[in-house]
């Protein structure tokens, strides 16, 4: 037929549909075998338009759009007859879990989803997914169009594209024309970032729950809308190490149920009769544990589905092909065939085990109320910014909330002073309840102690919501009644003709702090106040933002007309005071208030420094604070002027760059007046070096007494078996635990925040208090501990140490952070904290 097609004949086009397209392989349409080129996203892309164009009952969605605007997509496969009623059957699934009104029927239709290429550079996985998808979509194939009967299909070819894209791209920069199998060779070895991470260098498989990153946002919101029985992540790992698939290892979260455990075995059982027929190495049970709630594999289980990690040897090292240990050749084609193995074999068993997958997945939901705690209790009376984040947050989750229906007595856990304890509840509390659709999802991301069956897991180990937030939180024994939840009414001050004296606006929040960050990007010279004040009935806390017209006489625009306006924007309550003259406290003529303007960051990166702390700094200031930021690669920091520059920030990282000559340059810039904010590990390169008065140990008898603890416990672990040499490390080891630090709330590191601050610790490093200097947060003794893992010998380690301290050197400050305030961008309670030491701390 005539591709010509008139005005005329275009408008007929749906009535006549005589262009029907017949479905071609991924070789037909893409010009070479799948495993001989890695597919670009956007030919994937294509070749999805072409099934769904081909198969006109399959839904093709683009559910959104990455940071580099690369379209994120999913394809729902079904029989026709399901297409045909797909909306009803999506509803229906949803009556399962309770999340909308009625009764399911019981239609036994399941749903898989499958998800791949989360991690970029594990790049097999969206070939794989061109496979799976040709022979669902091929009519001819009689048994997986006889699957497709029960079982609805989500593919989702690529969770990472702009990781991805970064892999492949790299891959094809440095390729030989013929692939080499050398793993020496450079197409072996990714550069600094790596493809594994998205734009933002956020690990998407650590988001699932906290959804800080574009990605997770849109995904979760479609995810949401399904709420699939079966999930599967799919993932490389190492390139010599055999295939692993379900079941998972210990710890398992104490909430997932027996069937969860099971089914996980019976899908294992299936894809190994697979792998046993070609004689493909593969392992379970082993390493890849389901604890972290905010992994592809934990967060769907604790939604309901039967949530796996696969991992196919490979990663970035892999190439088109790379010779391994044993000296075969591992190709792109060997590793997408097994994703594609067990993808359909997923597929396969659920398809079998229908009826009963749907079954169990609603008994999952009805299953509720059986916590320890059947009530979490939000005070009302925190500050308003932070509950809104949390409800926000809350929503995503669609974890229902309401307000207290009144005052009352109530007994059970307060997570600001880790005891149990009675409190009152009153009419303004936000009550979350356990009875609800979310229960268990609900019971892990609340509890107050992560309950962790066996210490040895691989990533953070506790996460506690109300320590996350910082908010007064309780978890009650009992249900507390709750009304639809109504927000306050917030305070507005009266606009007039006259012309403010200043405008003053309290600092307690990251709304506060976008605020200023807009304030100060307009030019508006801006007064911090060092001490508490009232005017007009309305208090002041110390770190509140005062604007006098007087320091602004020179500003070229409409000063009030422009504070209005970003007030609004922001939803600020910005009051307007006629008078210097102050109720209490100083008045604003008085050097309390200090005078902060914009400053000119200087962020490093590159090579040396933590791709993913980098990257939540990276995100921090431009999609959180919405500030200019100049990212500057470790490789070339020595040959630019720090002079243009007022803050220089030093991510976590290993580095070589800090040699005596930086250190001494660095030092120079901060008399000037720099400010240094140092993250992590790179507070190593500047302790205890001439200048800097960050010490390991408080004195030399601290020193000696360390040194002697780690030689006796050598010798005892040497005496120990190999086989609990991976226990005996982790007594080491601090795997993601809160502290309660006493903070000093009186320095500017610490304005907006009360007498404690709950920090997580990733690492088990110690450094002394220091001795000249602002000791802003602090773990004074044992009783700072308050969840998650840390071994044995870390625990003692982390008493009496630093956590956060601003040290005054000339005109300029370094700010030392042990801990990293923005980790993952989830820790919501540390955001303020780091806006204060770039723009308060002076
Ligand atoms: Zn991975």
Not at 22 to 35: A, I, V
Not at 651 to 669: C, D, H, M, Q, V
């Amino acid at each position: 037929m005539s591709k010509i097609i008139t005005g005329f004949l275009l408008a007929l086009i749906p009535l006549l549909s005589f262009s029907q397209t017949t479905l071609q392989s991924p070789s037909e349409f893409l010009g070479y075998e799948l495993g001989d080129r890695f597919t670009r996203h956007h030919e994937m892309v294509n070749y999805y338009e072409h099934v769904s164009d081909a198969v006109p009952h399959f839904q093709l969605i683009e559910y959104g759009r990455t940071n580099e605007h690369r379209p994120l997509i999913a394809l729902v496969m079904s029989s026709k007859e399901n297409m045909a009623k797909i909306e009803e059957l999506r509803l229906n699934n949803l009556r399962r879990t309770g999340l909308i009104e009625g009764t399911a029927t019981d239609d036994g239709t399941a749903i898989v989803w499958l998800s791949y290429n989360v991690h970029g550079n594990e790049a097999s996985s969206l070939d794989a997914s061109i496979k799976t998808v040709y022979d669902l979509a091929d009519m001819s194939n009689a048994k997986m169009q006889e699957w497709l009967k029960n079982t609805i299909v989500i593919i989702d070819p690529c969770i990472n594209p702009d990781g991805r894209e970064r892999y492949v791209n790299n891959y094809y920069e440095t390729a030989n024309i013929t692939s080499n199998p050398n793993g020496d060779s450079k197409e072996h070895r990714e550069p600094w970032p790596g493809g594994r991470a998205n734009h933002y260098l956020f690990d998407l498989n650590r988001d699932w729950a906290w959804q800080t990153q574009i990605e997770s946002q849109q995904r979760m919101k479609l995810y949401n809308q399904w709420m699939p029985h079966v999930h599967v992540d799919f993932h490389e790992q190492g390139y010599n190490n055999p295939y692993y698939f379900a079941p998972g290892a210990e710890p398992f979260h104490l909430v997932i149920t027996n069937w969860q455990r099971a089914f996980q075995t019976m899908i294992g059982k299936n894809h190994a009769t697979y792998f046993d027929k070609e004689g493909w190495l593969y392992f379970t049970k082993e390493f890849f544990d389901l604890f972290y709630p905010s992994y592809g594999d934990t967060y769907p289980t604790f939604n309901g589905a039967i949530g796996m990690t696969y991992e196919q040897a490979g990663h970035g090292f892999a190439g088109l092909g790379i010779k391994t240990e044993d000296g075969d050749t591992l190709t792109l084609k060997d590793r997408l065939t097994h994703h594609y193995t067990t993808g359909l074999s997923t597929i396969e068993i659920t398809s079998k085990n229908a009826k009963r997958v749907t079954q169990e997945f609603q008994k999952y939901f009805d299953e509720k109320g059986n916590n320890k705690y059947q009530s979490y209790v939000i005070k009302g009376s925190n500050n308003q910014d932070k509950i809104d984040r949390l409800l926000s947050w809350l929503d995503s989750q669609q974890i229902k909330y309401g307000s207290a229906s009144g005052s009352k007595s109530s007994k059970g856990f307060d997570y600001l002073n880790n005891k149990s304890a009675t409190f009152q509840v009153s009419g303004n509390d936000i009550i979350i309840s356990a009875n609800q659709p979310k229960s268990k999802l609900l019971t892990v991301l609340f509890e107050p102690k992560s309950k962790l069956p066996d210490s040895l897991t691989y990533d953070i180990t506790a996460w506690a919501i109300p320590y996350v937030y910082g908010l007064e939180s309780y978890a009650s024994i009992e249900s507390i009644g709750q009304r639809q939840y109504e927000a306050p009414i917030k305070k507005s001050f009266a606009d007039s003709e006259k012309t403010p004296y200043a405008y003053v606006s309290q600092y307690k929040s990251l709304d506060d702090l976008k605020f200023l960050s807009a304030v100060l990007q307009k030019g508006i010279k801006t007064r911090i106040a060092q001490k508490a004040f009232s005017i007009g009935g309305q208090s002041y806390d110390i770190g509140s933002i005062v604007i006098t017209r007087k320091n602004n006489e020179y500003y070229p625009g409409d000063l009030k007309k422009n504070l209005m306006s970003l007030a609004k924007k922001h939803r600020r309550s910005l009051a307007l005071v006629y008078t210097g003259f102050m109720d209490q406290g100083a008045d604003f003529g008085s050097s309390s208030y200090y005078q902060i303007t914009a400053p000119k960051i200087a962020l490093l990166g590159g090579p040396q420094t933590s791709s993913l702390s980098f990257g939540e700094l990276w995100h921090y200031f431009e999609k959180e604070i919405e500030y200019p930021v100049n990212v500057i690669y470790t490789d070339y920091f020595s040959r630019i002027s720090m002079d243009s520059y007022d803050v220089l920030i030093v991510p976590n990282g290993y580095y070589k760059l800090f040699n005596e000559s930086t250190l001494n340059n660095i030092r120079a810039w901060v008399a000037k007046g720099g400010n240094l904010i140092l993250i992590e590990n790179a507070l190593k390169s500047f302790a205890d070096q001439p200048g800097y008065g960050l010490k390991k140990y408080a004195n030399e008898e601290q020193k000696k007494a360390t040194e002697e603890e780690v030689k006796e416990r050598k010798v005892k672990e040497e005496l120990n078996r190999y086989a609990e040499e991976e226990r005996n490390s982790i007594s080491e080891s601090i795997s993601g635990v809160i502290y309660k630090t006493s903070m000093d709330n009186t320095h500017p590191l610490g304005y907006g925040y009360s007498d404690h601050y709950f920090t997580l610790k990733n690492a088990a490093s110690h450094y002394a208090y220091l001795p000249n200097g602002g000791n802003v947060a602090v773990i004074k003794n044992p009783s700072a501990y308050i969840s998650g893992f840390a071994g044995i010998n870390a625990k003692s380690k982390i008493d009496e140490s630093l956590v956060f301290g601003v040290e005054k050197m000339g005109a300029g400050n370094v700010v030392y952070m042990v801990d990293n305030p923005l980790y993952r961008d989830f820790w919501e309670n540390g955001k303020l904290l780091f806006g204060n030491a770039v723009f308060i701390v002076k």
